[in-house]
Nanobody, 123 residues
Framework: VQLQASGGGLVQAGGSLRLSCAASGRTFSSYAMGWFRQAPGKEREFVAAINWSGGSTNHAGSVKGRFTISRDNAKNTVYLQMNSLKPEDTAVYYC?????????????????WGQGTQVTVSS
């Protein structure tokens, strides 16, 4: 599986962005998907994950109520809608895919990673 993340950019605090992650391959619907982020000088952290069908999601406490993960299996794409952005959301955002259905928050269990897309939130 190859993953291509897009949609990052520069936005003012309080603004919104929608990230997309397009996956290659015909078995996209058999993978759970996740979004992670890494800010300069910090470790990669979990943002959100979604199971194979989209029926179960998991969001980090720091983004709950502001970010929403979703997927469209017909388009082999997973999305991250980010609202009410804060300067502390500034990071490189990565999408990832894992075999199996559960929306897991642990980066180490993901099998495939995209290249990342930069999100910068100005105050």
């Amino acid at each position: 599986v190859q993953l291509q993340a897009s949609g990052g950019g520069l936005v003012q605090a309080g603004g919104s962005l929608r990230l997309s992650c397009a996956a290659s391959g015909r078995t996209f619907s058999s993978y759970a998907m996740g979004w992670f982020r890494q800010a300069p000088g910090k470790e990669r952290e979990f943002v959100a994950a979604i199971n194979w069908s989209g029926g179960s999601t998991n969001h980090a406490g720091s983004v709950k109520g502001r970010f929403t993960i979703s997927r469209d299996n017909a388009k082999n794409t997973v999305y991250l809608q980010m609202n009410s952005l804060k300067p502390e959301d500034t990071a490189v955002y990565y999408c990832a895919a894992k075999r199996g259905m559960a929306p897991v928050s642990i980066a180490g269990v993901y099998d495939y990673w995209g290249q990342g897309t930069q999100v910068t939130v100005s105050s």
